[in-house]
């Protein structure tokens, strides 16, 4: 079984950066595909971004490419998402996923509890 807590959710203004973060545990990160989701209100849960398990690939929804950045730290368990020039329709809550295998737009095995990030205009 695996254990994801979010962290460093909040209100920030448009135009503004946030860095969530993931922390793993009951296995270790670095055997387990990572990623990001997000839900709106009103809104189905969608993907956002995805890490490997070395980290030496990335995956992005077209809506945050060039402004989300997906990283990890396998000595830590922990993976980040460093979100950048946020948009009022950035603001959902976002949920940690993993995967023994990877993590996929259709496909995680375990989901954190998530975090709301807001946006204001």
């Known amino acids: 079984q695996v254990q994801l807590v979010e962290s460093g959710g909040g209100l920030v203004q448009a135009g503004g950066s946030l860095r969530l973060s993931c922390a793993a545990s009951?296995?270790?990160?670095?055997?387990?595909?990572m990623g990001w989701f997000r839900q709106a209100p009103g809104k189905e849960r969608e993907f956002v971004a995805a890490?490997?398990?070395?980290?030496?690939?990335?995956y992005y929804a077209d809506s945050v490419k060039g402004r989300f950045t997906i990283s990890r730290d396998n000595a830590k368990n922990t993976v980040y998402l460093q979100m950048n020039s946020l948009k009022p329709e950035d603001t959902a809550v976002y949920y940690c996923?993993?995967?023994?295998?990877?993590?996929?737009?259709?496909?995680?095995?375990?989901w954190g509890q998530g975090t709301q990030v807001t946006v204001s205009s």
């Open positions: 996923a993993a995967d023994r295998t990877e993590v996929t737009p259709r496909r995680s095995e375990y």
């Open positions: 009951g296995r270790t990160s670095g055997s387990l595909g």
């Open positions: 890490i490997s398990r070395r980290g030496s690939s990335t």
